[in-house]
């Protein structure tokens, strides 16, 4: 199965940042370079849509998202 690629200004636009906050996410590995500077498109769409959620909710989601990834809760 081929992956699809995004490039940086695709993936800016996608996630709604600047294409330097883009090569800051890669940075601190939150996203990473499969080919050059493209990015895969699925693992850029899943941080669009928990970006969207923060956006919308706030830290509410955060808190959600943290007791989710906690067995103890």
Same mark, same amino acid.
């Given at each position: 199965?081929?992956?699809?690629?995004?490039?940086?200004?695709?993936?800016?636009? #996608?996630?709604?940042?600047?294409?330097?906050?883009? #090569?800051?996410?890669?940075?601190?590995?939150?996203?990473?370079?499969?080919? @050059?500077?493209? $990015?895969?498109?699925?693992?850029?769409?899943?941080?669009?849509?928990?970006?969207?959620? $923060?956006?919308?909710? @706030?830290?509410?989601?955060?808190?959600?998202?943290?007791?989710?990834?906690?067995?103890?809760?």
């Amino acid at each position: 199965m081929l992956r699809q690629l995004l490039s940086i200004t695709q993936t800016a636009e #996608r996630l709604r940042v600047r294409p330097e906050y883009v #090569r800051e996410l890669v940075a601190k590995k939150r996203l990473e370079f499969i080919h @050059g500077e493209q $990015l895969d498109a699925a693992q850029v769409e899943q941080l669009a849509k928990l970006m969207e959620k $923060l956006r919308k909710n @706030g830290i509410a989601t955060l808190v959600e998202i943290c007791a989710q990834d906690d067995p103890e809760k």
